[in-house]
């Protein structure tokens, strides 16, 4: 399939222009080949990526994945002249041509960003590592290790991920899909506007939203706990998702205590599960295997799998405090 | 997978048509193995092969594969190892998530999780595969040494585990499989089958791991009702390592000593096998044993066959709750076949095959204390007689097994 997408588009790619664009390059979003700097796409007006050129709109998520403290900024790209679709609580419907593009960075350096495009024949995830003096980033399909010190003062050895992994967690039932932005995990506003600029066909339902993380004190425990364990956990802990075997499912949707893992015994957790009997003993997080997984950064154990290499001691009080209040 | 059937049509087109255009990509072993190895497992294309040369590689993070139709081979289980002592993430030393791969002579070794996982990944063989932990059984060592999961088609053939702190071969809610010729040492579960249908194992030897070859159906998956199986002409020998399973895993629970294990599931024959020593129990079987509350799972056993079975020695150690006093009310060695007196009785073919303990177990769930152990004599195991009408076509469960083409990618 990737040849024939070639053939298609190698007339377009012969005729597009090759000096850094300051719009973004829609031939580089859908050619069927990998670019090798992040500057081909167009996506920023300026070298260091911060400018987001025409149709480029920033998004924040209501409660974000957590990537070692990593400080991230979003963005989603929709062609000219094509919208993306609302689908009730959940994904925003993007066209092919879109992009979704997030800035990793550490003490305001960035160190990679992270691609998904929707090109004919499906989406692509491509991660680029940026260089020391921060003017480009490069591709790097294998991923990477790199040396950094979080916010919390721990050095790490923090992944980049390579191609695959990005599948890894960008995946449903094979295939690659985005994993937000979903309309439970956006604000109001933010929808409002995007749909007031056109890019957006109407305002999505939400029935019940994820609330902000940084309201997680005010905010119902359970609410931000579940939104939490949304953002860090579902991508693989769903029906359709990489851990699909496992039969816990940890969406904000989902309402079958057992999935949720109350009472349910491990699968294939091997020693992921430690000394423990269940996913989670409600009233009891410190027999719990969601908080074992969750509060360990040893390989084999240490959940989610990927992109986490210390502890997240700002969410784990937060899911303690959410088993220990369940009967 | 649960792609739609046009893209399963596609992606097999694609796999068949590619070996036109296949090519062959050569990693080497050395600097930066990490991502040359990983950079050729993305770009490869169907029909393809990644050739590991003989070596070394030293690497630092799990490995993944995506695209159908590749083959990874080595220079041989000895030659080419995948060294994964200095892993610092991922769950797994390989992931495999496409269809139609092959993974031929080559090893694994000291992955933090598992060894090599395919998911989701049809038509898979592993081929005279190694996977070793090189510390001997220990609670740190990863789970599962070879992990096929939720796939159709799975050929295990000739490969070699060690110390898996859980299954050295694990194929879980998969289909058409066949698990045969295997070498599984000092892991807590030699081989282990489970919410899966249509499986033969057949010709290993599984020796020194806690319990030898399992076949289990479990609640509150998204496949369950496991059966369609044939365990035959295995060598199950000495299987007496203390179980090393860290405590949440069902693996944990079996005993020190077990032969071979057929928790619920239907239609299992165990055929021609030959256990020796093993100190618990040569042949067990048993209900699921824990409370549940997923209303379309079966915990029972249900048509169980053993037969033709040769036994040596064994059940003079048992691990059971009042195992001493049992031993010694059969003169200093229980039967060849322990049963816990729940759903149907195994039916045997008559001489050891036949000789049993059951613990009558009251209920599903109940504890060992309930148990009211006496001996057993398992009724004869006769072929069914299936009333058809004239013309019609008998009804039967497919020839447990991986399809024979998959044959073709594990010859020498």
């Known amino acids: 399939?990737?040849?024939?997408?070639?053939?298609?588009?190698?007339?377009?790619?012969?005729?597009?222009?090759?000096?850094?664009?300051?719009?973004?390059?829609?031939?580089?979003?859908?050619?069927?080949?990998?670019?090798?700097?992040?500057?081909?796409?167009?996506?920023?007006?300026?070298?260091?990526?911060?400018?987001?050129?025409?149709?480029?709109?920033?998004?924040?998520?209501?409660?974000?994945?957590?990537?070692?403290?990593?400080?991230?900024?979003?963005?989603?790209?929709?062609?000219?002249?094509?919208?993306?679709?609302?689908?009730?609580?959940?994904?925003?419907?993007?066209?092919?041509?879109?992009?979704?593009?997030?800035?990793?960075?550490?003490?305001?350096?960035?160190?990679?960003?992270?691609?998904?495009?929707?090109?004919?024949?499906?989406?692509?995830?491509?991660?680029?590592?940026?260089?020391?003096?921060?003017?480009?980033?490069?591709?790097?399909?294998?991923?990477?290790?790199?040396?950094?010190?979080?916010?919390?003062?721990?050095?790490?050895?923090?992944?980049?991920?390579?191609?695959?992994?990005?599948?890894?967690?960008?995946?449903?039932?094979?295939?690659?899909?985005?994993?937000?932005?979903?309309?439970?995990?956006?604000?109001?506003?933010?929808?409002?506007?995007?749909?007031?600029?056109?890019?957006?066909?109407?305002?999505?339902?939400?029935?019940?939203?994820?609330?902000?993380?940084?309201?997680?004190?005010?905010?119902?425990?359970?609410?931000?706990?579940?939104?939490?364990?949304?953002?860090?956990?579902?991508?693989?802990?769903?029906?359709?998702?990489?851990?699909?075997?496992?039969?816990?499912?940890?969406?904000?949707?989902?309402?079958?205590?057992?999935?949720?893992?109350?009472?349910?015994?491990?699968?294939?957790?091997?020693?992921?599960?430690?000394?423990?009997?269940?996913?989670?003993?409600?009233?009891?997080?410190?027999?719990?295997?969601?908080?074992?997984?969750?509060?360990?950064?040893?390989?084999?154990?240490?959940?989610?799998?990927?992109?986490?290499?210390s502890r997240d001691r700002e969410a784990e009080p937060v899911i303690r405090a959410w088993i220990a209040g369940m009967r | 997978m649960r792609m739609p059937i046009t893209i399963i049509a596609a992606a097999s087109a694609l796999a068949l048509a590619a070996p036109l255009h296949a090519k062959t990509i050569d990693v080497a072993a050395g600097e930066g193995a990490q991502t040359r190895l990983q950079e050729a497992l993305i770009l490869a294309?169907?029909?393809?092969?990644?050739?590991?040369?003989?070596?070394?590689?030293?690497?630092?993070?799990?490995?993944?594969?995506?695209?159908?139709?590749?083959?990874?081979?080595?220079?041989?289980?000895?030659?080419?190892?995948?060294?994964?002592?200095?892993?610092?993430?991922?769950?797994?030393?390989?992931?495999?998530?496409?269809?139609?791969?092959?993974?031929?002579?080559?090893?694994?070794?000291?992955?933090?999780?598992?060894?090599?996982?395919?998911?989701?990944?049809?038509?898979?063989?592993?081929?005279?595969i190694r996977v070793t932990w090189t510390g001997g059984p220990k609670e740190t060592n990863g789970a599962y040494g070879i992990y096929p999961v939720s796939s159709t088609g799975v050929l295990v053939d000739g490969c070699k585990v060690s110390g898996a702190s859980d299954a050295g071969i694990y194929v879980g809610q998969s289909k058409a499989i066949t698990v045969r010729y295997n070498y599984v040492e000092q892991s807590v579960a030699g081989i282990e089958i489970e919410n899966s249908r249509d499986a033969l194992v057949t010709g290993n030897l599984v020796t020194r791991n806690t319990g030898g070859i399992l076949v289990f159906d479990l609640p509150n998956l998204p496949v369950m009702g496991g059966g369609n199986t044939r365990i035959a002409d295995n060598l199950v020998i000495a299987n007496d390592t203390p179980n090393f399973a860290p405590k949440g895993n069902i693996v944990a629970g079996v005993p020190r000593g077990t032969g071979v294990m057929i928790m619920a599931n239907e239609l299992i024959d165990v055929t021609g096998n030959t256990l020796v020593a093993n100190p618990t129990g040569q042949v067990m079987v048993v209900a699921y044993p824990k409370p549940f509350t997923d209303k379309t799972y079966n915990p029972l056993p249900r048509g169980v066959w053993i037969v033709n079975n040769t036994y040596v020695g064994g059940g003079d150690d048992p691990q059971l709750p009042g195992g001493d006093q049992l031993k010694a009310a059969f003169g200093g060695a229980l039967p060849p076949v322990l049963w816990d007196g729940l759903g149907e009785a195994p039916l045997a073919s008559g001489g050891d095959d036949a000789r049993a303990l059951s613990l009558n177990l009251p209920a599903q769930g109940a504890g060992a204390e309930l148990a009211r152990p006496a001996p057993l004599t398992l009724a004869r195991a006769m072929p069914q007689i299936v009333p058809v009408a004239p013309g019609a076509s008998v009804p039967r469960p497919p020839k447990p097994g991986a399809p024979s083409a998959l044959d073709a990618r594990a010859r020498p």
Not at chain 1, 154 to 182: E, F, R, W
Request: proline share 6%; aromatic share 8%.
């Open chain 1, 1 to 309: 399939m990737r040849a024939i997408a070639a053939a298609l588009l190698l007339s377009a790619a012969v005729l597009a222009a090759k000096p850094a664009p300051r719009q973004v390059n829609d031939t580089a979003v859908m050619a069927a080949s990998f670019p090798q700097t992040l500057a081909e796409f167009g996506f920023f007006t300026d070298d260091a990526g911060t400018r987001p050129a025409a149709g480029v709109t920033p998004y924040r998520l209501q409660t974000p994945l957590w990537s070692d403290g990593a400080e991230k900024s979003r963005y989603l790209y929709v062609p000219r002249g094509k919208q993306a679709r609302a689908q009730g609580d959940g994904l925003l419907d993007l066209p092919v041509g879109s992009a979704l593009i997030k800035h990793f960075a550490f003490a305001g350096k960035l160190i990679e960003t992270r691609v998904l495009l929707h090109r004919a024949d499906g989406w692509v995830a491509l991660p680029y590592v940026w260089d020391a003096g921060q003017t480009g980033a490069k591709l790097a399909l294998a991923g990477r290790r790199i040396d950094l010190v979080t916010p919390a003062g721990q050095a790490i050895s923090y992944g980049v991920p390579n191609k695959n992994q990005c599948k890894d967690c960008h995946n449903l039932a094979g295939i690659t899909m985005p994993i937000g932005p979903k309309a439970y995990n956006l604000s109001a506003q933010w929808l409002g506007s995007f749909a007031k600029a056109g890019r957006l066909d109407k305002v999505p339902q939400v029935s019940r939203r994820i609330p902000l993380w940084e309201d997680r004190a005010s905010a119902p425990v359970a609410a931000a706990a579940r939104g939490y364990l949304d953002a860090n956990c579902a991508h693989c802990h769903n029906p359709q998702g990489a851990a699909s075997n496992s039969g816990l499912y940890l969406g904000w949707l989902e309402q079958d205590p057992l999935a949720l893992g109350m009472n349910k015994r491990p699968v294939a957790a091997g020693r992921g599960a430690g000394s423990h009997e269940f996913d989670i003993v409600p009233g009891d997080p410190d027999s719990s295997i969601l908080v074992y997984r969750f509060t360990s950064t040893e390989g084999g154990v240490a959940m989610p799998e990927l992109g986490r290499e």
């Open chain 2, 45 to 128: 294309e169907p029909g393809d092969t990644v050739q590991l040369g003989a070596g070394r590689f030293l690497l630092t993070d799990g490995l993944s594969l995506d695209v159908n139709g590749v083959t990874l081979r080595g220079a041989g289980m000895d030659a080419s190892v995948l060294d994964f002592t200095g892993q610092k993430g991922a769950g797994e030393g390989l992931l495999v998530t496409s269809d139609e791969v092959t993974l031929r002579d080559f090893a694994v070794e000291n992955t933090r999780g598992d060894g090599i996982k395919s998911k989701g990944a049809d038509n898979v063989v592993y081929y005279r």
